[in-house]
């Protein structure tokens, strides 16, 4: 029934429908979901991720703060390989060195299904630590989206997907071999900052029906 995404005609047409039962119209194809950022290796990164599908196209809107400046900050969907995508947590920590490092986390929340950052693989081009607004990609075959294998398949649903934002300082003694924490200070660009998983954005509606 709506097919734009026009802020205004949205809000008018929110407004005609106020106090009206929520309309049974198929909304599938324009869900949001949308992951808020879990902080990881306490980097301190906060805020949250929004999918948009339309169409063939994908809208990633970012809302996030307290990256390291002025570094590069990687960020992937991930979900590949793994049935739910999660973010890591302490019993993932296989090395026991108090942080949760790119290939212990992958066991939870997969491999990469898209690279974000368009080509110098930087979310935060400006690197003032912030990002925000949004970046539109192109899932049809010219594309080309999708790192390595990975295909449209696998980001479906948009819910069971994740994602893992990248890189952050060490000091000297921080973690212990494997891994990027590894006794050696620097920037570690692969160690996870923030995972987030994806949730569908209304899955609250039913809260319309209740009298
Ligand atoms: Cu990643």
Redesign the pocket.
């Known amino acids: 029934m709506i097919k734009q995404t026009n802020p205004l005609a949205l809000a008018l047409v929110g407004a005609v429908m106020v106090g009206a039962p929520a309309p049974a119209q198929d909304t599938r194809q324009n869900d949001s979901y949308t992951a808020d950022l879990q902080t990881l290796n306490e980097s301190g990164v906060t805020g949250t991720v929004t999918l948009s599908p339309r169409g063939r196209y994908l809208d990633v809107t970012y809302d996030v703060m307290g990256l390291e400046e002025d570094q590069p900050h990687?960020?992937?969907i991930?979900g590949l390989g793994v049935k739910d995508a999660a973010c890591p947590t302490a019993s993932q920590d296989t090395d026991e060195d108090g942080f949760l490092e790119?290939l212990e986390g992958a066991a939870v929340y997969g491999g990469?299904i898209i690279t974000l950052g368009g080509g110098d693989n930087d979310i935060d081009d400006d690197g003032d630590g912030m990002v925000s607004g949004t970046v539109t990609l192109d899932l049809s075959a010219k594309g080309n989206a999708f790192t390595g294998d990975a295909t449209r398949g696998d980001l479906q649903p948009l819910g069971r997907t994740e994602i893992?934002i990248?890189g952050l300082t060490l000091e000297e003694n921080d973690g212990t071999l494997p891994g990027e924490a590894d006794g050696t200070a620097g920037y570690k660009a692969f160690l996870?900052v923030a995972c987030g998983s994806f949730e569908r954005d209304n899955d609250d509606s039913l809260e319309f029906r209740t009298p």
Do not use: S
């Open positions: 990687a960020a992937h991930h790119l990469i893992v990248h996870p």
